[in-house]
């Protein structure tokens, strides 16, 4: 149980387009889910927190324009990283919090290589 | 973003030996999480702490909530090559606006056969 899975496992673009990463929670319903982002040999480090039916909210110095989080439902959140440019490159995450303890469960992580 | 401190940053250990890690915090949490990161990976949830005090193990893992609940560590008992990987905890407050994970700068572990 608690599976989540993201889509795409790896996505090569151009400078200035933009970028669609799923997060799936497979078998369980989450009313939050998280996005982050890993650069090489560094930790995890959260850009905002997607809430099911309501705004995203954004860490300090994450671009909520350039980063649009969209939750339609209760398993699914998309990320569109927009106008995307070569520092963008970097290993997106998502987690999605289950049960009454909302345990967070990550997904697969999305490798985004901007030329 | 804050970070949770975390120690060692390295391990490099023979097959079969015990490993520890620790995770320090200015903060207090009411929960703390381990996590395993394979390369090109998410992390993988491993142990799950709730109450200050607790001692909860999973197979030749064992955590521990800090009584504080500023810290945590892990234990990984006859450690076996598949235990290679980067171990980072992670603090959550829950109850609040939010229910965000403050993760620690990972510990790297290598294990030689």
Same mark, same amino acid.
């Given at each position: 149980g608690?599976?989540?899975?993201?889509?795409?496992?790896?996505?090569?673009?151009?400078?200035?387009?933009?970028?669609?990463?799923?997060?799936?929670?497979? !078998?369980?319903?989450?009313?939050?889910?998280?996005w982050?982002?890993?650069?090489?040999?560094?930790? =995890?480090?959260?850009?905002?927190?997607?809430?099911?039916?309501?705004?995203?909210?954004?860490e300090?110095?994450?671009e909520? !324009?350039?980063?649009?989080?969209?939750?339609?439902?209760?398993?699914?959140s998309?990320?569109t990283?927009?106008s995307?440019?070569?520092? !963008? /490159?970097?290993?997106?995450?998502?987690?999605?919090?289950?049960? /009454?303890?909302?345990?967070?469960?990550?997904?697969?992580?999305?490798?985004?290589?901007? =030329? | +973003?804050?970070?949770?401190?975390?120690?060692?940053?390295?391990? *490099?250990i023979?097959e079969?030996?015990?490993?520890?890690?620790? %995770?320090?915090?200015?903060?207090? *949490?009411?929960?703390?999480?381990?996590? &395993?990161?394979?390369?090109? #990976?998410g992390?993988?949830l491993?142990?799950?702490?709730? &109450?200050?005090? #607790?001692?909860?193990?999973? +197979?030749?893992?064992?955590?521990? *909530?800090? @009584?504080?609940? &500023?810290?945590?560590?892990?234990?990984?008992?006859?450690?076996i090559?598949?235990?290679?990987?980067?171990? *980072? %905890?992670?603090?959550?407050?829950?109850?609040?606006?939010?229910?965000?994970? @403050?993760?620690?700068?990972?510990?790297?572990?290598?294990?030689?056969?």
């Amino acid at each position: 149980g608690a599976v989540v899975s993201q889509h795409p496992s790896r996505v090569i673009c151009k400078s200035g387009t933009s970028v669609k990463i799923e997060c799936r929670s497979l !078998d369980f319903q989450a009313t939050t889910m998280f996005w982050y982002r890993q650069f090489p040999k560094q930790s =995890l480090m959260l850009m905002a927190t997607s809430n099911e039916g309501s705004k995203a909210t954004y860490e300090q110095g994450v671009e909520k !324009d350039k980063f649009l989080i969209n939750h339609a439902s209760l398993t699914l959140s998309t990320l569109t990283v927009t106008s995307a440019h070569p520092e !963008d /490159s970097s290993f997106y995450i998502c987690s999605a919090g289950e049960g /009454s303890k909302e345990t967070q469960y990550f997904g697969p992580g999305t490798r985004l290589l901007v =030329l | +973003g804050q970070q949770l401190n975390q120690s060692p940053q390295s391990m *490099f250990i023979q097959e079969g030996e015990d490993v520890s890690m620790n %995770c320090t915090s200015s903060s207090i *949490f009411n929960t703390w999480l381990w996590y &395993k990161q394979d390369p090109g #990976e998410g992390p993988v949830l491993l142990i799950a702490l709730y &109450k200050a005090g #607790e001692l909860t193990s999973n +197979g030749r893992l064992t955590a521990q *909530f800090g @009584i504080t609940r &500023k810290d945590s560590f892990l234990n990984i008992s006859a450690s076996i090559p598949s235990d290679v990987g980067i171990y *980072f %905890c992670a603090g959550q407050l829950r109850g609040g606006a939010t229910n965000k994970l @403050i993760f620690g700068t990972g510990t790297l572990l290598a294990v030689q056969p």
